[in-house]
C-alpha cells in the first residue's frame, strides 16, 4: 500500500515537472551590454573614480591619466605657430618702394615726351626711361611672385603646425577618461598611481536598465518567432518565484549551433538550436546571469 502511495506521489511530482517545463517555450539567462573600457593614452593614472556598483552617467569624466608631456607639446607647438606667422611678409609694404620707382619713371616718360615734341629732348632720352619702365616692371613682378610663392609656404608649414596642435589636444582629450554609456561598473581592472597604456583595460561597465534574456529555440520554434514579436519574458528568483516582465524579440541568431548543456527546450533532444534576445527594460530588480524563461506571443 505505501509503495502504490509513493508511486503515485512520484507520478504526480513528474507530471507537475513536465507541465512547467512545458508553460514556457524557452529559457536562459540576463545578459547586458557590456563595455570594457581602456586607456587610449600612454602615462601615470592619476585618478578613477570607478568603483564596483557604482552608476555612472554617460559622459561622466571619471579619471585622467598624465597630461604634462603632451601639455608642453602643445606650448611648443603654438610658440612655432607665432613664429611661422611672424615671418610672413607684408607684401603691400615690400613692393611700395618698386611701385614708387615705377610711378616716377612713367611721370619722367611723360615728361620727356613733350620735351621730344617741343624738340627739346632726344629721342634717347626717351628710349631710356622706356626701358627703365621695363626694368622696374620686371622687378616689381618678380618681387611678387617672390613674396607670394614665401608667404604660400608659410600659410602651409602655419597649416601643418595647427594640424599638430589638434592633434596634441585630441590626445590630450582622451587622457580624460569618461563613461561611453549610462550604467554600472561591474569590475575595475586599474589604480591611481599605476602606468596605464593605450589599449590598458580600466574598468568594464554595463547598461543594467535595458537587459536581454538570451534563450535558445529549436528549428521548429523558429519559424513562428520574428524580429520585434513580443514575449513575456518570467525572472526565476528560485523556489517557485517568478516575476513577468514584457519583452521584444531584439536579435536572432542566423547560424544554428549544438544546443547548450544548460539550456533546456521544450525539444531537448533537438541537435542544433538558434539563439535569441528578447530586450527587456531592468525595474532594477533583474541582475546580470539571472535565469528566466520566456513565452513567445501567438500570432494572430
Given at each position: 500500500m505505501k509503495r502504490k502511495y509513493f508511486s503515485c506521489i512520484t507520478l504526480l511530482i513528474l507530471l507537475s515537472a513536465?507541465?512547467?517545463?512545458?508553460?514556457?517555450?524557452?529559457?536562459?539567462?540576463?545578459?547586458?551590454?557590456?563595455?570594457?573600457?581602456?586607456?587610449?593614452?600612454?602615462?601615470?593614472?592619476?585618478?578613477?573614480?570607478?568603483?564596483?556598483?557604482?552608476?555612472?552617467?554617460?559622459?561622466?569624466?571619471?579619471?585622467?591619466?598624465?597630461?604634462?608631456?603632451?601639455?608642453?607639446?602643445?606650448?611648443?607647438?603654438?610658440?612655432?605657430?607665432?613664429?611661422?606667422?611672424?615671418?610672413?611678409?607684408?607684401?603691400?609694404?615690400?613692393?611700395?618702394?618698386?611701385?614708387?620707382?615705377?610711378?616716377?619713371?612713367?611721370?619722367?616718360?611723360?615728361?620727356?615726351?613733350?620735351?621730344?615734341?617741343?624738340?627739346?629732348?632726344?629721342?634717347?632720352?626717351?628710349?631710356?626711361?622706356?626701358?627703365?619702365?621695363?626694368?622696374?616692371?620686371?622687378?616689381?613682378?618678380?618681387?611678387?611672385?617672390?613674396?607670394?610663392?614665401?608667404?604660400?609656404?608659410?600659410?602651409e608649414q602655419s597649416t601643418s603646425v595647427a594640424v599638430q596642435i589638434l592633434q596634441i589636444e585630441d590626445l590630450l582629450s582622451k587622457c580624460h577618461i569618461l563613461s561611453p554609456i549610462d550604467g554600472t561598473v561591474l569590475a575595475k581592472y586599474a589604480e591611481p598611481g599605476e602606468l596605464a597604456s593605450t589599449g590598458k583595460p580600466l574598468f568594464k561597465i554595463a547598461d543594467t536598465h535595458n537587459l536581454f534574456l538570451r534563450a535558445y529555440v529549436t528549428t521548429s520554434q523558429l519559424k513562428t518567432i520574428k524580429l520585434g514579436a513580443q514575449a513575456k519574458v518570467f525572472a526565476d528568483f528560485g523556489n517557485g518565484n517568478r516575476k513577468e516582465y514584457q519583452g521584444t524579440v531584439s536579435w536572432i541568431a542566423d547560424e544554428a549551433e549544438f544546443t547548450p548543456k544548460t539550456i533546456l527546450t521544450e525539444d531537448e533532444r533537438a541537435n542544433q538550436v538558434y539563439a535569441v534576445k528578447i530586450a527587456v527594460t531592468n525595474d532594477g530588480i533583474l541582475k546580470i546571469g539571472m535565469y528566466g524563461e520566456v513565452k513567445f506571443d501567438e500570432e494572430e
Open positions: 513536465c507541465q512547467s517545463n512545458t508553460d514556457f517555450d524557452a529559457t536562459g539567462t540576463f545578459e547586458a551590454t557590456e563595455i570594457i573600457v581602456s586607456a587610449e593614452s600612454n602615462g601615470r593614472l592619476f585618478r578613477l573614480d570607478a568603483e564596483e556598483g557604482m552608476r555612472l552617467s554617460q559622459g561622466e569624466e571619471i579619471g585622467l591619466i598624465d597630461t604634462v608631456q603632451l601639455y608642453l607639446k602643445k606650448l611648443q607647438l603654438e610658440a612655432n605657430m607665432k613664429a611661422v606667422n611672424n615671418q610672413r611678409p607684408d607684401i603691400h609694404k615690400q613692393i611700395a618702394a618698386t611701385k614708387e620707382q615705377l610711378t616716377t619713371a612713367h611721370r619722367e616718360r611723360e615728361r620727356v615726351e613733350k620735351l621730344l615734341k617741343a624738340n627739346a629732348a632726344n629721342r634717347k632720352q626717351l628710349d631710356d626711361w622706356e626701358a627703365q619702365i621695363s626694368v622696374l616692371q620686371s622687378q616689381l613682378e618678380a618681387q611678387i611672385s617672390s613674396l607670394t610663392n614665401n608667404t604660400q609656404s608659410l600659410n
